[in-house]
Nanobody, 115 residues
Framework: QVQLVESGGGLVQAGGSLRLSCVASGSILRINTMGWYRRVSGKQRELVASITLRNSTNYADSVKGRFTISRDNAKSTIYLHMNSLKPEDTAVYYC?????????WGQGTQVTVSS
């Protein structure tokens, strides 16, 4: 079992920045890929960014050049640095990890970008 706890969401004006954090605990030695999804009410969940144990990253086209994902393996933590935020980035952001075909999720953190 793996537990994921996110933090760092909040309200920010368009053009501003936020940093999300996700701390993993439990069977963390089995973790390879971690990342972030987001969900806007009434819409499908969207993969925002992911990062492997070897720091290979992947981003949604909508956030490329604005968001950066990173990880600190010593702290079992990943981060999502979000810059140049837009109102359309408003969503609940969920940290995830995938272990042997099982997804583990955090509780989600709300990000609201005002125009």
């Amino acid at each position: 079992q793996v537990q994921l706890v996110e933090s760092g969401g909040g309200l920010v004006q368009a053009g501003g920045s936020l940093r999300l954090s996700c701390v993993a605990s439990g069977s963390i030695l089995r973790i390879n890929t971690m990342g972030w999804y987001r969900r806007v009410s009434g819409k499908q969940r969207e993969l925002v960014a992911s990062i492997t144990l070897r720091n290979s990253t992947n981003y949604a086209d909508s956030v490329k050049g604005r968001f950066t994902i990173s990880r600190d393996n010593a702290k079992s933590t990943i981060y999502l640095h979000m810059n140049s935020l837009k109102p359309e980035d408003t969503a609940v952001y969920y940290c995830y990890t995938l272990i042997t075909a099982t997804y583990y999720w955090g509780q989600g953190t709300q990000v609201t970008v005002s125009s």
